[in-house]
């Protein structure tokens, strides 16, 4: 069975440090390319940073360039995000996702062809 699994969310303050684990059973994330995703409230799910997959390099959207870094450690079949310096507008609830094929389209990563999804981890991001 397919499955992907979020942790690491929580309440953090403004300035503050999460990494976030994505953890895959049923597959080998080597296989496949995964991004994660966030949806603020009132807010559409929009992608936040990929990594392709074995030898795919890393996307991040604008707003999280530089704060932000995606790994994956393929033994543990696990994808961090680690997010620094966040920001009350970081809010929201964080789902990666996985699929055979990545499609970025100006600038942002597209859910197209995103096969399987957690069920998501809360961050929040507030003093």
């Known amino acids: 069975q397919v499955q992907l699994v979020e942790s690491g969310g929580g309440l953090v303050q403004p300035g503050g440090s999460l990494r976030l684990s994505c953890a895959a059973s049923?597959?080998?994330?080597?296989?496949?390319?995964i991004a994660w995703f966030r949806q603020a409230p009132g807010k559409e799910r929009e992608g936040v940073s990929s990594i392709g997959s074995s030898g795919g390099g890393t996307f991040y959207v604008d707003s999280v360039k530089g704060r932000f870094t995606i790994s994956k450690d393929s033994a543990e079949n696990t994808v961090y995000l680690q997010m620094s310096s966040l920001k009350p507008e970081d809010t929201a609830v964080y789902y990666c996702?996985?699929?055979?094929?990545?499609?970025?389209?100006?600038?942002?990563?597209?859910?197209?062809?995103?096969?399987?999804w957690g069920k998501g981890t809360l961050v929040i991001v507030s003093s």
């Open positions: 996702a996985a699929g055979p094929t990545l499609t970025l389209v100006a600038g942002t990563i597209s859910e197209y062809g995103m096969e399987s």
């Open positions: 049923g597959f080998t994330l080597d296989a496949y390319a």
